[in-house]
């Protein structure tokens, strides 16, 4: 999907593929599947710097720790203390089994994170979850969000959605 934001004014190009995005979102897959067995939402994510060293790993913890803000992805930053973690952002990707939602997508931006890699569609997503209040999906995706940024960030999705959707099968009751 082409991007627009402020910083350009016209479509950015389809962001590139690299060689272990696979691998790592696979990783950040295994995360959904242990946050479904804990008995939370199925999503998990990694975050990996430039170099490919990982950096954090997360799942969704919402259940099992009654804070709604505990997606993957904000549980994965909040591991990210010292001075060159943060300063490594920039350049890292968050992998991440599903598309952000509105609130995550609004950390991603405020950490500094300028690569993002997704398994399922927030189309998809809202299509399986349906009316759930719990799991409120918007009609605004993270991808047009980012668009938005002041500084490019590139997203790529969705891939291996199938693998990523195995930890959601019979989880949303439909």
């Known amino acids: 999907m082409p991007s627009h934001g402020p910083h350009s004014g016209a479509p950015l190009p389809a962001p590139a593929l690299q060689a272990r995005d696979t691998d790592w979102l696979r990783l950040a897959i295994q995360w959904a599947a242990t946050a479904r067995a804990r008995g939370n939402r199925p999503f998990g994510a990694v975050i990996v710097s430039s ?65 993002v890699v997704f398994g399922i569609s927030n189309d998809r997503l809202r299509q399986l979850c349906g009316q759930r209040i719990d799991a409120f999906r918007s009609s605004v995706a993270a991808v047009e969000l980012l668009a938005l940024a002041p500084q490019p960030i590139a997203c790529v999705g969705p891939l291996l959605t199938d693998e990523a959707l195995e930890a959601h099968a019979g989880y949303w009751g439909h």
């Open 51 to 115: 170099d490919g060293l990982l950096l954090a790993e997360a799942y969704c913890n919402t259940s099992e720790s009654g804070d709604c803000t505990g997606h993957p992805e904000i549980n994965a930053l909040r591991q990210l203390r010292t001075p060159a973690q943060l300063e490594c952002l920039p350049h890292a990707t968050l992998y991440t089994s599903a598309e952000p939602c509105m609130m995550c997508a609004g950390a991603i931006l405020c950490s500094g994170i300028r690569r």
